[in-house]
């Protein structure tokens, strides 16, 4: 089994910061990418940002400039740094890796328990 556990949420005023961690943990043989996703009131799952493993980032237009995603691969965790924040960032944010699975060598996809943001204006 996979575990991700997010940290960092909150709640914080429009312009201000919140650094999101996630930390995985398990039967993992190797990681390819980590990365965020947020789901606001009543909308769908939206990428936010991704980070493979040699450092490769992507970003969606709402993140780009404001937004940081960081890995520390010995601790396989990921951050994101978030900065300026806005009240339409205002979600829960999902922590997303993929990798392959110790022993099977299977592929796998896990997600975290999410984390809320609230930004007010």
């Known amino acids: 089994q996979v575990h991700l556990v997010e940290s960092g949420g909150g709640l914080v005023q429009a312009g201000g910061s919140l650094r999101l961690s996630c930390a995985a943990s398990g039967s993992i043989f190797r990681i390819n990418a980590m990365g965020w996703y947020r789901q606001g009131p009543g909308k769908q799952r939206e990428l936010v940002a991704t980070?493979?493993?040699?450092?490769?980032?992507n970003y969606a237009d709402s993140a780009k400039g404001r937004f940081t995603i960081s890995r520390d691969n010995a601790k396989s965790t990921v951050y994101l740094q978030m900065n300026s924040l806005k009240p339409e960032d205002t979600a829960v944010y999902y922590c997303n890796l993929r990798g392959v699975l110790a022993g099977t060598l299977n592929d796998f996809e896990s997600w975290g328990q999410g984390t809320q943001v609230t930004v007010s204006s």
């Open positions: 980070i493979t493993t040699r450092g490769i980032t």
